[in-house]
């Protein structure tokens, strides 16, 4: 794809996604993200760092905005795409004429671009779509270590080598499949074997223990807090189906690409077979492309872990350069580069009118995940707590997980977020001391009927005042009602979150809340009633 064109394509995904899901992704995977990014540690309860941190780093630079967040979402997805060109390149012979290398890397592109991991998936920017960019990077680093001719190159490639892979486990322990997938690709031919006789694999696996050596001993002194995590992601059986629908990804998650194969293909076929002498044994490429997706359905029939789908997003990144090598020797030299980026253009246009309508339909059916109302909840929030407490700042949010996280994005001051209460084992692996000092809410959000008026999370209420009650804590609780609000809502239903007040230690005899927990207020009548 031309650079106009490639720029333009994912601007449209970042709009369409802006326009359609205007309060970040419903499960709540982005605003967690950016709850994690507040403190850059060197761990989460859930996964590595990497990608909160990389979140971090995008908001020092950029407004914390729903717009600029799907941007970091397409620029995550554009380095990955060039990430899968830059592997290409490493088959394309030198003898190959200029107009079939073009050719074959535009194909490329655009048969990576159509996917929807790197397309309306690669929206939601989280610890699965942080490998869109990282695993294609990573592989080309060790392809390119493995023919590097030069002392020079073999060190400087085998050096980016580790510190890829090491990045590529910091945004995901999923990464590992792809590490053992490289290591069987650098067995499956004579000439990689050869690559253990020299010391560059001992300086990449020195470079990569190295980079991950200070995570690893936070989580040994953290006793490992992600196993809470690993260990609510077992299935108790094996189900043939999901493992079938797993491996069919390939097929359903890259179906405008095999469209766009299939039409190259009629379009552009000759009737001699012409075979390409590659730079490289396909072999390799071959086991890329398919041992992924193997050995994460290998890891469900083993270790019973979880299969589902949404796993495959990162999985299939080498299947667009061998769908392009398949496609090469069955067409002529009538195929241009220029006719794919046209239809490409094309298909932009389409996309965008599509997306609009497609927003247009949630707008006016009223859907619920459409109209969430992150923001407004946000502003309800702040206002309430503005006059409750005149003049004071709102330090923390806990509660609901990781609905919390929506106030560390959408609040003013970006309150520090926290997973459920201030004290558990899930905030302790990031603490926030001093929340006892400080003003803090704790809310409670009905996410999984997107907070409609009537609902409630009672499991976290319940918890919150057993815990208020057990630290001698006021009970100073109100259910606050808002609406998505603005030009893009044609038909918003209201929807309620439940909030606790917790001003800090020294001031809740002044704050009109008893010094330790003996009431519960009711927001609608302003009754006070023994709890």
């Not at 992150?374 to 990781?402: D, K, N, Y």
Request: one cysteine or more.
């Amino acid at each position: 794809m031309t650079t106009v064109v490639a720029v333009a394509y994912f601007v449209i995904w970042a709009v369409i996604s802006w326009l359609s899901s205007p309060s970040l992704d419903s499960y709540g995977d982005m605003v967690e993200n950016y709850a994690w990014s507040q403190t850059l540690a060197l761990g989460t309860f859930k996964h590595p760092p990497l990608f909160a941190w990389i979140v971090g780093a995008w908001f020092a630079l950029f407004p914390t905005r729903v717009w600029a967040y799907y941007l970091l979402s397409y620029v995550n997805a554009a380095i990955g795409i060039a990430g899968i060109v830059c592997l290409a390149r490493l088959w394309v012979p030198e003898a190959m004429s200029a107009a079939r290398r073009r050719a074959f890397l535009t194909a490329v592109a655009v048969f990576a671009a159509l996917s929807f991991p790197y397309s309306n998936l690669a929206a939601k920017f989280n610890a699965d779509t942080v490998l869109l960019s990282l695993w294609p990077w990573t592989a080309y680093a060790c392809f390119a270590a493995l023919h590097a001719e030069s002392p020079w190159r073999r060190s400087g490639f085998a050096v980016l080598f580790g510190v890829m892979a090491a990045a590529a486990m910091m945004g995901k322990y999923f990464s590992v499949l792809l590490l053992a997938t490289l290591l069987a690709v650098t067995v499956s031919h004579a000439d990689y074997r050869r690559w253990y006789r020299t010391r560059y694999p001992y300086l990449t696996a020195a470079v990569f223990a190295l980079a991950l050596l200070p995570h690893l001993l936070w989580e040994m002194r953290m006793d490992f807090p992600f196993r809470l995590y690993l260990e609510s992601k077992t299935d108790p059986a094996i189900d043939p189906g999901r493992i079938v629908l797993f491996l069919l990804s390939g097929v359903y998650y890259l179906a405008l690409s095999w469209l766009a194969w299939l039409i190259a293909r009629s379009r552009f076929r000759t009737i001699d077979v012409r075979p390409v002498t590659w730079a490289r044994p396909m072999n390799g490429l071959v086991v890329l492309s398919f041992l992924p997706a193997l050995l994460t359905v290998s890891s469900n029939l083993v270790a019973r872990v979880h299969l589902t789908t949404h796993w495959a997003i990162p999985v299939w990144f080498g299947l667009p350069i061998l769908m392009a090598a398949w496609l090469l020797p069955r067409i002529d030299e009538q195929l241009q580069s220029e006719q794919m980026v046209q239809g490409m253009a094309a298909f932009c246009a389409a996309l965008l009118v599509g997306g609009v309508v497609y927003t247009l339909v949630l707008s006016i059916s009223g859907n619920q995940k459409y109209a969430l109302g992150r923001r407004e909840m946000v502003r309800t929030i702040e206002e309430r707590f503005a006059s409750r407490f005149p003049s004071q700042r709102l330090s923390w949010a806990g509660g609901t997980w990781p609905e919390s996280g929506a106030l560390a994005f959408f609040a003013a001051n970006h309150p520090r977020a926290l997973p459920g209460l201030p004290d558990e084992r899930r905030a302790l692996a990031n603490p926030f001391p001093e929340w006892s000092d400080t003003y803090g809410v704790i809310l409670c959000f009905a996410s999984g009927v997107y907070a409609q008026e009537g609902s409630h999370d009672s499991a976290c209420e319940q918890d919150t005042r057993k815990w208020l009650g057990a630290h001698e804590l006021p009970i100073a609780e109100e259910t606050l009602t808002y609406r998505a609000e603005g030009w893009r809502y044609i038909r918003a239903r209201p929807k309620n979150v439940t909030v606790f007040w917790l001003p800090p230690r020294a001031s809740r005899g002044q704050s009109g809340l008893p010094a330790g927990g003996g009431a519960r207020e009711n927001a609608v009548s302003g009754r006070a009633w023994p709890s």
